[in-house]
């Protein structure tokens, strides 16, 4: 059985740093792409971050580029994302996502299968 656990969220000021941990059960992430989404109040889920099976390529949403990093480590399993110079628009609700294919790296969220159950993450102005 999959399951997904996200970790690490909390309150900051704006300006300051968090880094949000997903671990994984039942998928081994060495062979998993994965993704970070979120969803703030009122708003649809999004695309955030997106690391390919192997932990080479990266992707990211225009709005975090530069201050946001997607990482894997494999031997705790376990997917992370440094979120830096944070904002108060970055105020959401944070998912960790597994793919219906293993090897599938998309930024599209009809294409992740297992979801983790969110991590809330607020930025104070």
């Known amino acids: 059985q999959v399951q997904l656990v996200e970790s690490g969220g909390g309150l900051v000021q704006a300006g300051g740093s968090l880094r949000l941990s997903c671990a994984a059960s039942g998928l081994p992430l060495s062979t998993f792409a994965m993704g970070w989404f979120r969803q703030a109040p009122g708003k649809e889920r999004e695309f955030v971050a997106a690391?390919?099976?192997?932990?080479?390529?990266?992707y990211y949403a225009d709005s975090v580029k530069g201050r946001f990093t997607i990482s894997k480590l494999n031997a705790k399993n376990t997917l992370y994302l440094q979120m830096n110079n944070l904002r108060p628009d970055d105020t959401a609700v944070y998912y960790c996502?597994?793919?219906?294919?293993?090897?599938?790296?998309?930024?599209?969220?009809?294409?992740?299968?297992?979801w983790g159950q969110g991590t809330q993450v607020t930025v104070s102005s």
């Open positions: 996502a597994a793919p219906d294919f293993p090897r599938r790296t998309s930024t599209y969220e009809y294409n992740y299968r297992y």
């Open positions: 690391i390919s099976y192997s932990g080479v390529d990266t």
